[in-house]
């Protein structure tokens, strides 16, 4: 998929780990790892610039006209949430939510259904389609 292909280049390039994700029909829900916080917005801008180009041109042409304002092609918000993880409580807290998202929205009964997800990386053997880091101290 062209989306997570983007976000694999992205996070490889600027040494990012990836330890959790999901990717929804509307929106994506990622727990990075960070050797320099401060390259946070830099990553998020790069991956969100260079996403919506590459998906820019499988989106259908009647719903690409509502993702523009003005005369910029708008995929993505122009913020992001970012929490910094302190805790190990925390740390399972978030990840748990994020692979329960799916469950939430209705789209699958169980979080291990879905297939655009890292819980598989963590509740199995199988390997989901991004590499995933889970070499964390407190697990």
């Known amino acids: 998929m062209t989306l997570l ?58 719903f690409v006209n509502e993702l523009y304002i003005g005369d910029k092609f708008r995929m993505w918000q122009p913020r992001f949430d970012d929490v910094i993880i302190y805790s190990e409580k925390q740390f399972k807290i978030k990840i748990e939510y994020i692979h329960n998202n799916p469950v939430k929205a209705g789209l699958v009964q169980s979080a291990a259904e879905f297939e655009f997800s890292s819980v598989r990386d963590w509740l199995t053997d199988e390997k989901g389609k991004l590499l995933v880091e889970k070499n964390w101290p407190w697990l």
């Open 5 to 62: 292909e983007q976000l694999r280049e992205t996070l490889s390039f600027h040494k990012v780990s990836l330890v959790a994700y999901v990717l929804m029909p509307s929106h994506i829900h990622l727990l990075l790892g960070f050797e320099r916080i401060e390259i946070m917005s830099v990553v998020m801008q790069n991956f969100k610039l260079l996403s919506a180009r590459r998906v820019k041109p499988y989106i259908p042409p009647g």
